[in-house]
């Protein structure tokens, strides 16, 4: 009856926020918080009425209606500190009148629905009603609007408010939930229009009515906007950024041509959980840029203007021309380009010495002027054309003589546990500004938190780009640690001399550091409008298959001319013997707490394959650990992606790290193995076809436990599935199915299964309508794009020797090169889809994901496009060793397995080089836990263990590494393929 709104699509600002509110170490459900606040109730409940929690609503059941199938929804906004009032309004009326209703729980959901970085289409959105029919529509907006007069709320976006209530409003939608499953394993909204058809749902920050379906309550249709918009005497040209709490916008101001910066506060909107609201702290920043321009003109934009304009305040100030601090460091930087040479990264951290310094000059300025800046980060900064710096953004600035703020960007504000031990009223600024030099290098501020001792490995990873000493030390010195160097109440001035890399080396200090959002750093971390949307689907379809032919007599993958299938989904046979592994050279030493250290830079270079076979077994300890096969949320820790797809799935859930242990050769735990089986088949009916999050994925998983009816089962509902016929994909269509049924043959020989395969692949090469059957925005790369397609078919095309599906794949790898753009290194890169073209080095949808399919085109037959383009590829992965995440997906793990598939291919040493280089970079990531290690996942903000950004995927990487031939022996060279390096 109360299903769960789904998630408004391309709304990336969801990502993992709320999942990460309700634990400090893994993503859940907001609502599985031990402790949500104070619970809002009616305050009079008829007798017989009982409230039912759905999420973070509490709903009640009408006594005279049901719940209609779709209509007119009412929506009631509230001030958080008159919310109690308001329901108890609300509930009065639908209690009279039988229809039912539903509230936010708690003041922590209230918060997180109005928050800052929320959904724009949900905020406001404090009770919702459901009237049968519009004539009961009618009476009830009459009488929520009489008894709410003199209330004040936020303005909900996807609504029009009802006549001059500032609290009521309503829009036309679906009651009941009706939905439909996506190939990506998201539900859509589904809404019946004025011709009974079923349309999207939807949920757009405007109002929106479903085709022939007219407003019955509006007294007069307003016209569409045309022309310009102003807003007072300024005219917008630009919208820098929307959000929750207001949009900022760069103008004109038509009285003088004056180039201004705008920046919006919605009324009662944009909450952060001290309760105050985007118009108060707007109000706030206004008083403090006048008070400082003042005392120290431009050390801030100097304030033009502040004035309210309908419901919604403007604060109008100086347009600070250049680029923030961000862009600048992901075209600047160096680190992460194929041409770097010693002058250019020498040349580019004196660069950073000299921002950094021009920081210093105006942080004093605002400090001598009896200020703290409290949110020195990335984006709050400008750096000019002449190479200077200007902060902007005093959203967070408060005088010395009171508290901080609270307010402050991950990773780049100091944690809790710092700021109650040290009460210098600049240690915001201090810590902002070593984290700032923190993100010059490299970014990983969240493992500089978590794990302290292992910036060894990364400074041992910087070797050929060393950061000089003393900016190694800044951007570290609130992370220092051993023998005496250490400040654990991090009083130490910024520029003081850090920790030097012998020191870092040895057991970490107390934790007394912050957790970091993504930081980009040239080209590792491209530049997104905030949190992706390709986080949440964005993960490259491994390979099911392996080997294709079950005859003992034909030559195996390794004796073929293409090198060892990625086999990062296929299943070994049932019940294997582990794979023997390189004796381990010694133990790990051991912190204060029992967890295994890291090995130092000068032990993973004498022995790198004893380390990684370390790394390998403190993986697998550390994923048994986070085991679970009686938690209702999860078997294993996923990405927050889980809870708005499943959670037992290949990418995100149970199957993925399943598969990795199997495949590494450890034992599952039984009681795991039977958790899997019975989430696998409860769930089927409700699970899409794909390989990532669907039924294609879980079959081989399931096969390789010895439960092949069922693995041919859940094969057979994703061939015959409607999405199949819709998506092509390697993710979540038909590529992926077909993959599936290679895996099956594979493992049982049965050529029925390779029928099925074959028959997925006729299919493939009739699509009339290939860019549709990719999903939107002409997606590009392995997880989405041509490039997976392909790899279906170069697998196909050696089990069933068909010529035409390799002329196919190479015809599709032609049009993925044709969307791939040419970097000033000299290097080829991808994006993940047609909006963007930033540059991507990652297995999921970015170069190394097409180059991977790129080598195994260019090992069966010539061709020269794609031989000339593969170097092109290789060289922009080769130099990124320091990606923001570990995982297989979007991380190092991935490009990690990518180059050691390519070392295998070309067979030189310098590629050997690169693949043992991304491996033992992974020990970097790796967090000691009690048992084992632990990685953070999408997001870096919690731990995960799955297959897309986890342990399982680095395991994985790991286990391709150490099982083949070339730590061990002298590689055999397959035939000349280009290198690079």
């Not at 036309?172 to 009706?178: A, D, L, V």
């Not at 000299?354 to 900064?381: I, K, P, Q, T, W």
């Not at 493939?764 to 999903?775: I, K, Q, V």
């Amino acid at each position: 009856m109360w299903p769960p709104v789904p998630i408004p699509r391309g709304d990336p600002v969801l990502e993992g926020f709320g999942e990460a509110l309700a634990d400090p170490e893994y993503y859940l459900p907001l609502t599985s918080v031990a402790d949500p606040g104070p619970r809002f109730t009616p305050g009079v409940v008829p007798a017989g009425a009982r409230g039912a929690a759905q999420g973070v609503w509490t709903a009640w059941a009408g006594a005279r209606t049901g719940l209609a199938e779709q209509g007119w929804k009412i929506h009631v906004s509230a001030r958080l500190d008159r919310a109690q009032h308001v329901l108890d309004t609300v509930a009065a009326i639908c209690f009279s009148e039988g229809v039912p209703f539903k509230h936010l729980s708690a003041r922590l959901f209230f918060l997180f629905v109005h928050h800052k970085h929320a959904a724009r289409a949900q905020a406001g959105k404090f009770c919702v009603v459901y009237p049968p029919d519009t004539a009961t529509a009618r009476r009830l907006l009459e009488r929520l609007r009489d008894a709410l007069d003199g209330e004040e709320g936020p303005y909900v976006l996807t609504d029009r408010r009802f006549r001059d209530s500032r609290t009521v409003h309503y829009r036309y939608g679906s009651f009941g939930g009706r939905s439909r499953l996506r190939a990506d394993g998201t539900r859509e909204g589904l809404v019946r229009d004025g011709s009974g058809r079923e349309v999207a749902d939807l949920r757009l920050p405007a109002f929106h009515l479903p085709e022939g379906i007219t407003d019955p309550f509006a007294e007069r249709e307003e016209p569409p906007h045309s022309g310009p918009i102003l807003i007072r005497d300024y005219e917008v040209t630009r919208a820098v950024r929307l959000s929750n709490a207001g949009g900022s916008y760069e103008a004109r101001d038509r009285r003088t041509g004056r180039p201004v910066f705008l920046k919006e506060a919605r009324a009662h909107n944009g909450l952060v959980f001290d309760g105050t609201d985007a118009r108060q702290r707007l109000r706030h920043e206004h008083r403090v840029l006048c008070e400082l321009h003042a005392a120290a003109p431009g050390v801030g934009p100097e304030p033009l203007d502040h004035f309210t304009e309908w419901e919604h305040d403007f604060l109008v100030t100086e347009y600070v021309a250049g680029q923030p601090l961000v862009g600048w460091l992901s075209r600047s930087s160096p680190l992460a380009r194929a041409d770097r040479t010693a002058a250019s990264v020498a040349a580019y951290y004196e660069a950073c010495r000299g921002l950094l310094a021009g920081l210093d000059v105006s942080l004093e300025r605002v400090h001598a002027a009896g200020y703290r800046f409290g949110d020195l980060s990335l984006g709050n900064v400008m750096v000019t054309a002449a190479g200077g710096v200007r902060l902007v953004d005093f959203e967070a600035a408060s005088a010395l003589s009171a508290a901080p703020s609270g307010i402050g960007t991950p990773g780049f504000t100091p944690p809790p546990g710092l700021v109650r031990a040290d009460s210098d009223p600049l240690l915001h600024d201090r810590y902002g500004m070593s984290a700032v030099a923190f993100a010059f290098l490299a970014p990983l501020h969240e493992l500089a938190r978590h794990a302290p001792a292992n910036l060894a490995l990364l400074h041992r990873d910087l070797a050929d780009v060393a950061p000089p000493p003393d900016l190694w030390e800044r951007a570290t010195a609130f992370h220092r640690m051993g023998r005496g160097t250490a400040d654990p109440t991090g009083r130490q001035a910024i520029d003081r001399t850090g920790p030097s890399a012998e020191n870092l080396a040895e057991p970490s200090a107390p934790d007394l550091t912050g957790s970091s959002a993504p930081v980009p750093t040239g080209r590792l971390a491209p530049d997104p409008p905030g949190p992706s949307a390709e986080d949440l689907t964005g993960r490259p379809a491994p390979d099911l298959t392996g080997p294709p032919s079950p005859d003992p007599t034909e030559p195996s993958a390794e004796d073929l001319t293409e090198p060892p299938a990625p086999n990062l989904t296929g299943p070994p046979a049932p019940d294997p013997k582990p794979r023997s592994a390189p004796a381990r050279t010694g133990r790990l030493a051991r912190d204060d707490h029992g967890a295994d250290r890291p090995p130092s830079p000068a032990e993973l270079d004498a022995d790198p394959r004893g380390c990684l076979t370390r790394l390998a077994a403190q993986v697998t300890a550390g994923l048994l650990a986070t085991a679970d096969a009686g938690r209702p949320e999860w078997a294993f820790p996923p990405s927050p992606e889980a809870f708005r797809t499943n959670t037992v799935c290949l990418a995100y859930g149970t199957a993925g790290v399943v598969h990795a242990l199997r495949r590494a050769g450890a034992a599952v735990p039984e009681e795991i193995r039977e958790r899997l089986r019975r989430d696998a088949l409860a769930q089927r009916g409700a699970l899409p076809p794909g390989l990532l999050v669907g039924t294609a994925g879980l079959a081989p998983v399931l096969a390789g436990l010895g439960l092949l009816d069922e693995a041919v089962e859940l094969l057979g509902d994703a061939d015959g599935h409607p999405l199949t016929a819709s998506c092509a994909t390697l993710a979540g269509g038909l590529a992926g199915v077909g993959l599936g049924w290679l895996a099956l043959h594979r493992l049982t020989g049965d050529g029925a299964h390779l029928e099925r395969a074959a028959a997925a692949g006729e299919r493939l090469l009739r699509t009339p309508d290939l860019p549709a059957a990719l999903g939107e925005h002409d997606a590009r790369g392995l997880l989405h794009g041509r490039s997976g397609l392909a790899l279906f078919l170069h697998r196909l095309a050696r089990a069933t020797g068909d010529a035409r599906c390799l002329e196919a794949g190479r015809v599709l790898l032609h049009q993925e090169l044709d969307r791939t753009f040419p970097l000033d290194d000299g290097s080829l890169s991808v994006s993940d889809d047609a909006r963007f073209s930033r540059a991507m080095p990652y297995l999921a949808t970015g170069a190394a994901g097409v180059a991977a399919v790129l080598g195994r085109y260019v090992a069966t037959a010539p061709d020269e496009r794609c031989a000339e383009a593969l170097p092109r590829l290789v060289a922009g992965v080769r130099v990124s060793c320091a990606t923001k995440e570990a995982g297989l997906y979007r991380g190092l793990a991935g490009l990690s397995w990518f180059l050691t598939e390519h070392a295998e291919l070309t067979g030189t040493a310098a590629a050997r080089a690169d693949a043992v280089r991304a491996a033992t970079g992974l020990w970097k990531y790796a967090v000691p836990h009690r048992r084992g290690v632990r990685f953070l996942g999408a997001g870096s903000q919690r731990f995960t263990a799955d297959l897309s950004s986890g342990g399982a995927g680095v395991l994985l990487a790991l286990h391709r590494l150490l099982t083949g031939p070339f730590l061990a022996e002298p590689h055999h060279a397959r035939p000349p393929v280009a290198a690079v390096g």
